[in-house]
């Protein structure tokens, strides 16, 4: 598609190519942008912003169907964000006006959103210095790395399609890099949304592996270990989990602690004039 008065925006995810979650999000823009899909051939969920030197980077075409309209994807042999890399530097014909990464199966929300290899394609697009989102819908634990038809996008490209068009339509804030946005399971377009934070508690927590000798092969798995009314009631976690409406958290590039630079330097300094035992 190259209609060159029309934005173009670019559309990845960590869950691969095959997506329907990724087809639904870039079906959401047809209407109002050109469409350029560039997703990693094989599941990549829980890769982060990995950028591994042994990727092997071939692009393999596939024609996808977005709702009746037939368009061309590339899939990546590389991580979801080395996905956005090909898809900026290698594939697309002129830059980026916004890139979507999703819609993911499961919610990325709390402190494991520095896993998520959806999060973490959309920080590589804004690094990039191109608006970025980050879209996930909460569904069952055993949909996260499926690829099930029985999972209803429409509401969560729904707002997908409402926040991106804001983006596209120059909605940019000082210190906001990415929105990550989260979509409830029974969520509907009248579901209201709030403005969140990211929890500082952990929803999914590393399960013991099931092998009888730590010499054999065997990952370790994650279970859900939370009650979720404890979380910040301004957070990701709070707001999806226990309101059951969306949530949209504007992310920084600033990791630097909000604690008092001052107050800092002045415990460093207290226990540094103390003498050694």
Avoid at 44 to 50: E, N, T, V, W
Avoid at 219 to 225: F, I, T
Wanted: net charge negative; glycine share 10%.
């Amino acid at each position: 598609m190259t209609t060159p008065q029309r934005p173009l925006v670019l559309f990845s995810n960590d869950d691969g190519i095959d997506s329907p979650g990724l087809w639904a999000s870039a079906a959401a823009f047809l209407d109002i942008a050109d469409i350029l899909i560039t997703a990693p051939i094989e599941q990549q969920s829980g890769m982060g912003r990995s950028l591994p030197m042994y990727s092997r980077g071939n692009v393999v075409e596939r024609e996808l169907d977005l709702g009746g309209h037939k368009v061309l994807g590339y899939g990546i042999g590389g991580t979801p964000a080395q996905s956005v890399q090909h898809g900026v530097y290698e594939i697309a014909e002129r830059w980026p006006a916004l890139v979507v990464s999703g819609i993911n199966y499961g919610e990325n929300v709390g402190n494991g959103v520095t896993i998520s290899g959806t999060v973490g394609a959309a920080i590589e697009a804004a690094c990039l210095g191109i608006p970025a989102m980050a879209v996930s819908l909460q569904v069952p634990k055993d949909l996260h790395t499926s690829y099930s038809r029985e999972v209803d996008f429409s509401t969560a490209a729904y707002f997908t399609r409402l926040f991106g068009g804001m983006l596209l339509a120059g909605a940019h804030f000082p210190d906001v890099d990415v929105l990550k946005l989260e979509i409830p399971t029974h969520a509907t377009p009248q579901t209201a949304w709030k403005i969140t934070r990211v929890s500082r508690k952990r929803l999914f927590w590393p399960t013991r592996a099931l092998k009888t000798h730590r010499s054999e092969d065997g990952s370790l798995g994650y279970a859900k270990s939370l009650d979720v009314e404890t979380a910040e009631p301004d957070s990701d976690i709070y707001t999806v989990l226990h309101e059951g409406l969306v949530s949209v958290s504007p992310i920084s590039f600033d990791l630097t602690s909000r604690t008092d630079p001052a107050a800092l330097r002045a415990v460093f300094d207290q226990h540094l004039a103390q003498p050694s035992s």
